[in-house]
């Protein structure tokens, strides 16, 4: 009996243990619901994505990650055909390393980097003036799922075909890391 005893102790202390590491909640909202201005000037409705999985990102210009553009224009090419799509919002919050407007920026990114993902115009993505899209991705009473912060320029959110959350990498966590090609291989 007491050894009975002892293994549903531990199997409910891991029980206890995997939901306080695993916070995530289930999606109550969709990243479908909103429109957002592209580097363009032109409105994008976020239906149009449907059916895609989509990987935000926040970017600058002139920070020690831009770099990373390359391998998100990588990542792109070798998945666009798959249903998936890139969203780059520039933003100047770390460091003003994204001074410009949208036509140096969207210049910058052609010229340097090839980009042909969707680039929207800059945007706040924390504190008080930060947008409704970044408001959604950060914060689970919005999308149900986890609440986080942008720590830096380049952090990636991924959200589902059904336009629900489902993770975030961090900016050191490249584009063509396992952890994202994984998750829009399905594996």
Avoid at 8 to 37: D, R, T
Avoid at 70 to 85: A, I
Avoid at 91 to 98: L, M, V
Wanted: charged share 25%; net charge positive; aromatic share 14%.
């Amino acid at each position: 009996m007491n050894k009975f005893f002892f293994i549903l102790v531990l199997i409910s202390s891991a029980i206890l243990v995997y939901a306080f590491i695993n916070k995530k909640g289930k999606p109550s909202s969709s990243i479908h619901q909103f429109k957002a201005k592209s580097i363009d000037g032109e409105e994008i409705d976020f239906t149009n994505f449907k059916g895609k999985k989509l990987l935000i990102v926040n970017t600058a210009s002139k920070c020690g990650f831009t770099p990373q553009y390359k391998e998100l224009e990588t990542l792109f090419e070798t998945y666009k055909d798959r249903n998936f799509m890139i969203i780059g919002f520039p933003c100047n919050q770390f460091g003003q390393q994204e001074p410009g407007n949208s036509s140096d920026i969207k210049s910058f990114c052609t010229k340097n980097y090839g980009v042909s993902f969707i680039m929207m115009d800059k945007v706040n993505v924390k504190g008080d003036s930060i947008c409704d899209i970044y408001k959604w991705l950060t914060s689970k009473d919005k999308n149900g799922v986890m609440s986080s912060s942008v720590k830096w320029n380049f952090q990636k959110y991924m959200i589902d075909e059904n336009g629900y959350l489902v993770d975030y990498a961090l900016s050191f966590k490249g584009p063509l890391s396992s952890k994202i090609t994984k998750w829009i291989e399905g594996k």
